[in-house]
């Protein structure tokens, strides 16, 4: 009887008056993401659409291709000497990213797990590095490097300069990746360390078998950043080396858009697209624990 008393228009269904208004806060937020949407997305499908290009093509603006020639891929490839440095980018992010979980994931359980004297002091300190410019740490790092570097080929015949360790061990004790790891660890439950103490377990197997087994998101989504990063290093690698021996694909990318083919566009997108494929490779099979590493590790919004 109620629906009954409800007006009813001419074609049986209920007057405008009664619909549901208009969101228009709901329709501004939906605009304007979808505005940084397109403005994100457009270079990189701009820059792909380029790479398929003639070089007049590209010169004129063409937003499509009139053919898709894949020969602009082979090209840049052995003009840019890819090969090499692709292999150095794959050494380079390999050895950074074993070494950075060997550092950060201890130390991440130290900070979260563990009870001694001037913890929170020594946290603090590190947190504050990440104020500092990463510019502004160049020449004590590099100066660094160098005294090391000396020390290690006097001893054991290792040079760090133009070699694989000035390129990865200042890297492996990332103070963002500890930060990131120690707000997941810290907030598993206090009953699992009880639990491991009752079965006889110290801080290592309770690491090794409780907290990391528990933490395959967060320690994905440090891998996650930990090979971005690596892999698209150009200013550390350009300063602690001189020769294409070991310079990651970035630093190739850089020598091939100025000296190799300073006019070829349509050869540098082609070869833009052949360097971040490996990161949209990493980032397709990590995403569902990428999301799942920052919602849980307290860096939401």
Known sequence: MADAARPIDLTGRQTAAQRRPIRWGRILIYALLILGLIQAVFPFLWMLSAS??????????????????????????????FSQFMWNSIRITIITLIGQMLVCIPAAYAFARMKFFGRNVLFGIMLSTLMIPEVATFIP????????????DNLIGLPWLNNWPALTIPFMA?????????????????????????????????????????????????????????????????????????????????????TDAPNELHLQMAAGVMMIIPILIMYFFTQRQFTEGIASSGLKG
């Open 52 to 81: 398929f290009m003639s070089l007049a093509e590209v010169t004129f603006g063409y937003l499509l291709p009139s053919e898709l020639r894949f020969q602009n891929y082979v090209s840049a490839w052995e003009q840019a000497n």
């Open 141 to 152: 790092n590099y100066l660094t490097v160098i005294w090391i570097g000396r020390l290690s």
């Open 174 to 258: 990332s103070a963002f990746t500890i930060f990131l790891l120690r707000q997941f660890f810290v907030q598993l439950p206090d009953e699992l360390w009880d639990a491991a103490r009752i079965d006889g377990a110290g801080h290592v197997r309770y690491l090794t078998s409780v907290v990391i087994p528990l933490s395959k998101a967060p320690i994905m989504t440090s891998i996650t950043f930990a090979f971005i990063g690596a892999w698209n290093a150009l200013l550390w690698p350009l300063m602690v080396t001189q020769t294409d021996a070991w310079r990651p694909v970035a630093v190739g990318l850089t020598k091939f858009v100025s």
